[in-house]
């Protein structure tokens, strides 16, 4: 362990070995499985055949809409994703397009989007071109995860329109093969879930034994995924919002495609699929949009209230909600199985407030690519509009900005020793991981209560614990943090960093003294901050994302203290004008 910085508010600290130690830490999470197939496919070239594609087979009965995502083609080789806009012009996989921004590209997205009928021929000449430029098997085209997605695009095409278009056919066939022979057993998650989904429709919508094969072993993949990805509250075990709309709307696809094919849905979906529906219900704030914990940000997945009415059509219905409530109206929606909360009061009111709280452990250690050191931090909203927030998520291109929007210091938390609570590094990388070493929830007179402590800070000295309680009552939200040395020594003074990002639209206003500020929405007051007294307050610069390739400037209420031992602070939110 290295002391790297001492100033008046106490030592920096670094987690043992540097990068190594990240590196270390972060393969110990590993599965075997993984290791092996990561070096699997470095040595196996996939075997992705052209060939006259099989039969398209029609439902056997009426199938309800899809959604309609935005429309991303602008122009015949024109497109705009994660707001920004380019023109394909001789290459798919131009090195100087993000990463990101190439797969959308090969998801062929458009094909089902608003208005699509009306961009038909471009449709029609995109695949043409497409299929003439991406010889397989290399490039981002043949890719498992954008493969995955392209082929549940082209089946959903051919079942809305009615056409049989022989290039639309062949690219189906040729995406489902490359999936076949890549699942992506390296990654598992969210990859391999959508490596089943695409095998089982393109399983079900094609002709012949090879199909037949696809369709088994899609079923088999998605019925032992779901019930290792799926955790008893509904979560997605990658613990994502975002992938949470991404992995309903996924189950709900495999429904309706099941029906309209005679087939009983794979079983563990259907099961799991009201307990799914109800968390991302949970996890969305009154604006309709989700609460951005991990990777998280709008326009990727569907809204929650169109999956709902996608899910009515199919049959399903979310999880009827079952909440502790407090003699003041104030309730609490449980989510145990992942650890997170959603706080609500005042409903009746002006400034009904809604705080989602993360009292969760980081998810499967064996899946850190969408993980944030956010743990402990909430969101609130008063009178549907956001007060405290998240940074989001903007890019994941490796650099500054991505780090900024991991690292503890993006999220409306604790920091110590100006360290990550989980050790989050690279694009897609965490070692040590933070964990819940304790939680209660309760209601009283004074309102709901939500309590957990993590020990991702156990790499300082007298391996440190942060302990939160928040206490949501008709008119306040009290955030009571608690750092305390779980072992005895020696422990030197570490920067303690109270930290709570506001959105965009409120403006901070001093009220005279040095812990409390008017926090102001379109000129309006809507709220009092209240901080700690023994800590030095001021108004940090930080940015906030809206979404996929826009950020911007945004401020955030710092508290900054030194801790040797424990050490607690009270800070409150009351709600409405003084």
Not at 363 to 375: C, E, F, I, Q, S
Not at 396 to 402: L, S
């Amino acid at each position: 362990m290295t002391q790297v910085e001492t100033q008046g508010t106490g030592a920096i600290i670094q987690r043992p070995f540097g990068k190594t130690g990240a590196f270390l830490r972060t393969v110990a999470g590993l599965r075997p499985i993984q290791i092996v197939n990561r070096y699997a496919r470095r040595l196996a070239v996939p075997r992705i055949e052209s060939r006259t594609p099989a039969r398209f087979r029609p439902p056997a009965q009426a199938m309800a809409p899809f959604p309609e995502r935005e429309p991303c083609m602008l122009a015949p080789l024109r497109f705009r994703f994660l707001n920004e806009t380019r023109e394909v012009a001789g290459t798919w996989d131009d090195p100087a397009w993000p990463r990101l921004w190439a797969y959308n590209l090969h998801y062929f997205d458009d094909l089902n989007a608003a208005g699509a009928d009306a961009r038909g021929a471009w449709q029609v000449q995109m695949v043409e071109r497409w299929l003439a430029a991406n010889p397989p098997p290399k490039g981002t085209a043949w890719e498992p995860y954008p493969a995955s997605l392209r082929t549940v695009n082209l089946a959903k095409w051919l079942l809305r329109t009615g056409r049989r278009d022989a290039s639309f056919l062949r690219a189906l066939d040729m995406s489902a093969r490359a999936v076949r022979c890549q699942l992506e057993y390296h990654l598992l998650g969210n990859h391999l879930w959508a490596n089943g989904k695409a095998l089982y429709i393109a399983g079900l919508c094609l002709e012949g034994a090879e199909a037949a094969e696809w369709m088994k072993l899609g079923a088999h993949i998605l019925e032992a995924q779901a019930v290792e990805q799926i955790l008893t509250d509904g979560a997605h075990l990658e613990l994502s919002p975002m992938y949470q709309g991404t992995i309903v709307e996924d189950a709900l696809d495999l429904v309706n495609f099941s029906h309209g094919y005679g087939r009983a849905p794979p079983d563990a979906i259907l099961q799991r699929l009201p307990a799914m529906l109800a968390w991302l219900a949970a996890m969305t704030h009154p604006d309709g949009d989700i609460g951005y914990f991990n990777d998280a940000a709008p326009g990727i997945a569907h809204r929650v209230g169109t999956l709902e009415r996608y899910a009515q059509a199919l049959g399903v219905r979310p999880l009827p909600q079952t909440r502790l409530a407090a003699p003041d109206g104030s309730t609490l929606e449980d989510l145990a199985a992942s650890g997170y909360a959603r706080l609500e009061s005042g409903a009746s009111t002006p400034l009904a407030a809604v705080a989602l709280c993360d009292a969760a452990s980081v998810g499967a250690r064996y899946l850190p690519g969408h993980v944030h050191a956010d743990t402990l931090s909430f969101e609130l909203s008063l009178g549907g509009r956001r007060i405290i927030v998240n940074s989001g998520t903007s890019t994941y291109a490796e650099g500054k900005q991505r780090m900024h929007e991991r690292s503890t210091r993006g999220h409306s938390t604790v920091e110590l020793a100006r360290a990550d609570s989980s050790e989050v590094w690279a694009s897609f990388r965490c070692g040590a991981q933070a964990r819940i070493v304790g939680r209660f929830v309760g209601a009283d007179a004074d309102g709901v209560h939500l309590q957990a402590a993590h020990d991702g800070y156990r790499f300082l000295p007298g391996h440190l614990i942060h302990e939160r309680h928040w206490q949501l009552g008709r008119n306040s939200l009290c955030i009571d943090d608690r750092v305390y040395p779980r072992r005895l020594s020696a422990v030197s003074p570490v920067p303690m960093i109270l930290r709570f990002i506001l959105h965009p639209e409120v403006e901070p206003r001093t009220n005279g003294a040095d812990t409390g500020w008017k926090l102001r929405v379109a000129g309006r007051e809507v709220a009092r901050f209240h901080g700690d007294p023994s800590a030095a307050w001021e108004v940090e610069a930080t940015t906030f994302a809206w979404g996929f390739g826009n950020h911007s400037g945004t401020r955030a209420l710092v508290g900054r203290l030194a801790v040797s031992e424990a050490r607690s602070t009270h800070c409150e939110i009351r709600f409405g004008p003084a």
